[in-house]
């Protein structure tokens, strides 16, 4: 063991091994020795090596450590001393190599010449030991060839996948000496090949939620280095944050930043707000599961920061300052506009915005921490009305207390106020009148005469002072941001044309319109030539803004006969470099005057505008002016983003909007201003041709929509006749259903009093009546009650059938109208129709005739009745039981008729509903048919009608039999002949008694 006494600091004993034969020696331990002990001192040896010697541990021990890691996972200490091992070959962290030179002996000349280097700490100062510090391209050198040797190292480790999850697997073991060392491999392996590891995590089972079970450790350290770990771990992979917040990660390390002490916390709360910025930044996803979590309204804590906070830590400042981002990154003009305005709205309700103004109005607050929130408040109300509302409310603490727009505005004119925090002005200024009409006409009103105050100082007279000051930024600021008070604002547009300014004692106040144009002419006494093409820029950019879409203000600034000349002189001219701009907005300011002229100027039309192009300054020169704008450098800089951001003063040329306003109007200036009068003169015949084709297509419009309202209409009375019939037809089914229920009371009544007068003459006194039973009379009741039913249900159906034959006679006698028969098919119909009035006749003679005999029936039978029990009191009491019988009868077949009248009138009522709608149209074959139909009625009626006579003939025999069978019974029957000789004296007799 005398190499192990030499690498570990023993007495040396006479010649010693290199470092590589050192190093062989212990990899072969490690790979034959059987004893645990054996390998993992061996293990050991090389953690103390690999510092030293990175490169020749590492590519001969590396494939042993790694079987050490498969095979000896059940003893923590050599796991723990391969995984110390396997960090120091990968990682390139400078606290960890620094030590190389102050531990370095005479074996140091045998180290491979790239890892010779010296490392330069982490805050820039140089390192204290070594003899490289004198040589700072060489430790520049080393430090990237350690870079890559440390990437090398890890791409050979990640080739095999397993290899990753094997240390996956790893950090579920609880043991400090397994954990840590395993979170500090897997980020030094992240931090070398990260897209490489993530994608192995990203595969493997249960790989993200091992990593997020280190923040739930109650050991700091491994939480703390696991919160580094998965800031590496989800970098630039969307899925990765994904899955990291839902598992928790918001809840948790919005625990952590609380338990820390929020703002006031130390570097472990700048850990966790870099998290969140990794999940939340650029992924709608997370941004929409932490609104929606209600992680928005812990965030206000955050901000509780008052005017008694004397100082100010250097990481308090950090961490504000990460909070501050993490609030714009929910609210970033990036991002879909509705996730946007849901957070905005979050963050008014829950009092953020109201704290982040608080903050923006303290005494005492750093100027980097002021200057983002003014940015971070700007985010926060841009397009939002509620939150603009409450912005334009806030008043700073001041006596008098004035609002906080005006507050600002006195910084951003200001050239004493560093260049960052006047251009977050700005920048809040112009979101603060984005897409809030409301916030332009209350600035643009401190400019009109009737609303200027002279105790106080307003927004307008803020801006008018940079507008006009001797400082090149301050003009640009108020230029462009008045510009935005103009911004898709016609009316505004013509309310600032009645500004007035008063330039000198003596002298008629002039328009803002002018004063502007005034300024531009005279740029060339301004000494700084930076300084000129800066406010040039400035109000060219406010005149473009200011008269584009707005006829009246064109009109203006033409009425004006200096401006024109101008104009084309600077397009004209040959200028310098950095002039060339200010050619090209003058351009574009001509283009607009030409685009959007109403000709109302008789020496400024549109047409000779053109004309004056074509002679000064050339049709093709001035296209090739108006294009240099958008090749400008800054332009497109300008144009990626909202944010004004500018490195320097001289930089502050463009304004986003104004970049979109000039892709907007290059390609249409450059038609008009190619364009000739005929067609300019074809194409307001096309456009009034398409004015009146519109006006056709709304007078068609208008007419379909009343056709439809008229069909919405018919549509409602069809419905409600619909529903009219359908409750006619229910009613009618109604008065059916109780017609039927009326009829079986009827005969209901009829059994129990048949059955009472049967009881009654049982139990009377006398059970036979002259030698006649009881039994046979009431056997001949019951066929005499069956006669009368049957006779009722003869009578009904010859009822029917009247009724059918009037109809049909009715039917018959109706004139058609409209029929193309001629008057033979006519005198035809009616020559048939007299044959079947004639048969109906006959049938009716026929059914009185049998009316008749039913009349000599009854007779019989009452005789019959009469005679079964002469004298008798109970012969007595059944006939008055039959004449309250016969009484409700006739009652029940009132209420029938009653209800047959009722249903015949629900009937024709429906039958009107129908004829309604039917056409009026009939034809001869109609009336064939309902001839056919007649034929085959009057057949079915004398058919029924010859049953009748059938069935009258069998009641005759019926009753032939009955006397029969009285006579046997010794009763005196009377003959037919007898009784209708009787009938006529009874009828002589009477005539008598008259």
């Known amino acids: 063991m005398n190499f192990l006494r030499g690498v570990m600091g023993g007495q040396p004993t006479g010649p010693q091994p290199s470092g590589a034969e050192t190093i062989q020696k212990l990899c072969d331990r490690v790979a034959s020795s059987t004893l645990l002990e054996d390998r993992r001192d061996a293990v050991r040896a090389l953690k103390a090596l690999s510092k030293k010697y990175r490169l020749e541990v590492a590519s001969q021990a590396m494939s042993h450590l790694i079987h050490i890691l498969q095979t000896d996972s059940s003893d923590s200490e050599i796991i723990g001393y391969t995984l110390d091992t396997l960090y120091n070959i990968f990682s390139n962290d400078e606290e960890e190599e620094q030590d190389e030179s102050e531990e370095s002996s005479h074996g140091s000349e045998e180290i491979h010449p790239g890892l010779n280097f010296h490392l330069i700490l982490t805050d820039g100062g140089p390192s204290s ?202 609210v970033s003009p990036v991002n879909p506009p509705g996730a946007t305005s849901s957070c905005q709205k979050s963050m008014y309700h829950c009092g953020l915005l109201q704290q982040l103004c608080t903050i923006l109005m303290a005494t005492g607050v750093p100027a980097d921490i002021l200057t983002e929130t003014i940015n971070t408040v700007s985010e926060v109300i841009r397009g ?330 018919l549509k409602t009375q069809v419905s409600s006749m619909k529903t009219q019939n359908e409750q006619l037809q229910a009613s009618l089914t109604q008065q059916l259903s109780q017609l039927q229920q009326h009829k079986d009371q009827y005969n209901v009544l009829k059994l129990k009093l048949g059955k009472d007068s049967q009881q009654h003459d049982a139990h009377g006194e006398g059970a036979q009546v002259n030698g006649v039973q009881s039994e046979e009379l009431s056997r001949l009741w019951e066929e005499l009650e069956e006669l009368k039913k049957q006779h009722g249900v003869l009578q009904g159906q010859l009822t029917e059938k009247d009724s059918l034959i009037e109809k049909m006679k009715s039917e018959g006698a109706h004139p058609v109208e409209g029929t193309a028969g001629s008057s033979e098919n006519n005198s035809e119909l009616q020559k048939e129709l007299e044959t079947l009035r004639a048969q109906v006749q006959s049938q009716s003679a026929e059914i009185s005739q049998l009316q008749a005999e039913r009349q000599e029936l009854l007779k019989k039978a009452e005789t019959l009745g009469m005679a079964s029990a002469p004298g008798n009191a109970d012969g007595s009491a059944a006939a008055a039981k039959i004449t309250e019988l016969e009484k409700r009868l006739s009652e029940v077949t009132a209420e029938t008729e009653k209800i047959k009248e009722e249903g015949k009138i629900w009937s024709n009522l429906k039958v009107d509903l129908e004829q309604q709608v039917a056409t009026a149209n009939s034809s001869v074959a109609i009336l064939q048919n309902e001839k056919s139909k007649l034929q085959q009625e009057v057949a079915e009626s004398k058919k029924e009608q010859d049953d009748l006579l059938m069935l009258l003939a069998d009641q005759d025999q019926k009753i032939k039999s009955l006397k029969e069978k009285l006579k046997e019974l010794g009763e005196p029957i009377e003959e037919d002949d007898d009784l209708d000789t009787r009938d006529q004296y009874d009828d002589e007799d009477d005539e008598d008694d008259d």
């Not at 401006?563 to 084309?568: K, M």
């Not at 500018?646 to 304004?655: G, N, R, V, Y």
């Open 129 to 330: 030991s070594g003899k490289q510090s004198s040589k700072p391209a060489h430790d520049e050198n080393g430090q990237k060839q350690a870079d890559d040797l440390g990437c090398q190292f890890t791409e050979i480790f990640i080739k095999e996948p397993e290899n990753v999850t094997l240390l996956l697997s790893l950090l579920e073991e609880f043991d400090f000496h397994v954990r840590w060392p395993g979170v500090k491999l897997l980020t030094a392996l992240l931090k070398n090949q990260c897209s490489q590891v993530q994608a192995v995590i990203l595969v493997s089972p249960m790989g993200v939620s091992r990593l997020m079970d280190l923040l739930a450790d109650t050991r700091e350290v491994i939480r703390n280095d696991g919160l580094l770990l998965l800031q590496h771990l989800t970098k630039c992979n969307a899925a990765i944050q994904k899955i990291v917040a839902f598992e928790n990660a918001f809840e948790r390390l919005l625990d952590i930043i609380t338990e820390e002490g929020n703002s006031d916390g130390g570097i472990v709360v700048e850990d966790c707000l870099l998290l969140l910025l990794n999940l939340l930044k650029n992924n709608s996803s997370n941004q929409n599961f932490f609104k929606e979590g209600s992680y928005i309204q812990r965030m206000k804590p955050w901000f509780e920061v008052g005017d008694e906070n004397l100082g100010w830590s250097a990481q308090k400042v950090t961490n504000l300052h990460l909070m501050l981002q993490l609030v714009r990154v929910m």
């Open 384 to 713: 939002s009305q509620v939150n603009q509302d409450y912005f334009a409310s806030v008043n700073a603490p001041s006596n008098p207390p004035r609002p906080a727009i005006v507050v600002l505005l006195m910084s951003m004119v200001n050239e004493r106020q560093p260049f960052v925090l006047r251009c977050a002005v700005l920048y809040c200024f112009q979101c603060f009148l984005y897409k809030n009409q409301k916030g332009q006409g209350e600035i643009v009103a401190t400019l009109l005469p009737s609303t200027i105050d002279a105790n106080s100082i307003s927004a307008g007279q803020l801006l008018c002072g940079g507008l006009f000051s001797t400082d090149s930024v301050s003009n640009w600021c108020a230029a462009v941001a008045l510009a935005h008070a103009l911004q898709d604002n016609m009316t505004q547009k013509e309310q600032l044309l009645r500004v007035q300014l008063a330039t000198s004692l003596g002298n008629p106040p002039v328009s803002l319109l002018q004063q502007c144009t005034n300024i531009l002419s005279q740029g060339n006494k301004i000494n700084r030539r930076g300084s000129k093409v800066q406010t040039r820029v400035g109000l060219l950019m406010l005149l473009c803004t200011w008269i584009n879409n707005c006829p009246i203000a064109v009109t203006h600034f033409l009425h004006n006969q200096a401006n024109i000349p101008f104009l084309t002189g600077q397009i004209s001219e040959n200028l310098e470099e950095d002039e060339q701009l200010v050619q090209g907005l003058c351009a574009l300011l001509l283009g607009i005057c030409i685009y959007y002229n109403d000709n109302s100027l008789e020496n400024y039309t549109k047409e000779k505008l053109k004309q004056l192009i074509e002679k000064r300054i050339g049709k093709e020169n001035f296209v090739e002016k108006l294009g240099s704008i958008c090749k400008h450098e800054l332009y497109s800089r300008a144009a990626q983003k909202p944010q004004p951001v500018f490195s320097s003063p001289d930089q502050m040329l463009f304004d986003h909007e104004f970049t979109k306003l000039v892709k907007e109007l290059e390609a249409v200036i450059t038609k008009a201003v190619h364009k000739s009068s005929e067609e300019e003169k074809k194409e307001e015949e096309v456009k009034k041709t398409l004015e009146q084709h519109d006006s056709i297509v709304t007078q068609y419009k208008e007419l379909i929509r009343e056709q439809d309202t008229q069909i919405n209409e």
